[in-house]
């Protein structure tokens, strides 16, 4: 898979490309990355690639004339034209959808993905309409530019792919990961599997040695051995730190009959105290 960055700061990356899983996903030749310099496709001796907005207002806007010819020389095909289902132009923007979980997976089964990243004010309005195919943001707040997006938006996506991570399950249980019925069964003649798929939920608490920590300790269920008391403890932990923290992931989150009386138990115990 390759990632294509146009900004007017490449050596943003220079520390996220050389670290952890990024370098080694690189230098075994799992993902491909390019960084390309915005500023090498202006031709005035100023290497301008911003102008004031049309209409009056705070702040410059990115010329789309720079953004079109960075995007063309990448060899990717024109917007009308473009299979987004092997590549796609992505516009990082705080006026984009937010980017999630599901747009990851939908990203790491992809080819290539190519990434704008907005600066000052905004980006002009065609860059949009005739060179990207989405506009995303990570998140409801706004940032300097779209770098760090871009940097999230590569490493969600490239820990899916298969051979990045040491061991592939750790990219399945975990926070917004998918549903059990999406999962591969667990061994044959195996010990049932201890932990539950997230389904949308945040994941479940993780603990490791010392068992005795200033007087907090380990839950005894965890070294207990018994796979379903320890697969049953993690889904209701889960379900009540999502209940907790993020009570918007229930709506859509893929939930069993008792996982719903569990909430409801919770809920009641919320109320009266």
């Known amino acids: 898979m390759r990632f294509d960055i146009i900004t007017i700061f490449p050596g ?19 993902i491909d990355v390019g960084i390309h310099d915005l500023r090498n ?37 024109a ?11 992505v516009l990082l923007s705080a006026q984009g959808k937010r980017y999630t979980q599901a747009t990851a997976r939908e990203f790491s089964a992809m080819e290539r993905v190519v990434m704008l990243c907005g600066r000052y004010e905004g980006v002009d ?18 940032l300097s530019g779209g770098e760090l997006g871009a940097a999230v938006i590569m490493d969600s996506t490239m820990r899916l792919l298969p051979g990045v991570l040491g061991n592939e399950a750790s990219s399945e249980f975990e926070s917004f990961g998918r549903a059990d019925g999406l999962m591969p069964p667990c061994d044959e003649g195996g ?11 945040l994941d479940y608490p993780h603990y490791t040695r010392p068992a005795e920590f200033r007087g907090r300790t380990v839950p005894e269920v965890l070294y207990g051995g018994n796979h379903e008391q320890i697969r049953k403890w993690r889904r ?28 409801a138990s919770l809920k009641a115990k919320i109320h009266r105290a």
């Open 236 to 263: 209701e932990q889960a379900l009540e730190k999502t209940l907790r923290n993020r009570p918007d992931l229930l709506e859509h989150a893929e939930l069993t009959p008792e996982d719903r009386r569990f909430l």
């Open 125 to 142: 309005e065609r860059v949009s309409e005739a060179l990207a195919d989405r506009e995303l943001s990570i998140g409801d707040y706004v």
């Open 41 to 77: 496709f202006t031709h005035d001796r100023h290497r301008t690639v911003d102008d004031r907005p049309f209409g009056g207002g705070e702040g410059m806007v990115l010329k789309p004339e720079p953004l079109a010819e960075a995007v063309e020389s990448l060899g990717i095909a």
């Open 191 to 201: 010990p049932p599997r201890s932990t539950h798929g997230a389904g949308g939920l």
């Open 12 to 30: 943003f990356f220079t520390g996220i490309l050389e670290n952890g899983v990024m370098k080694r996903a690189i230098s075994t030749g799992l």
């Open 79 to 89: 917007k009308e034209g473009r299979d987004t289902s092997r590549e796609t132009v």
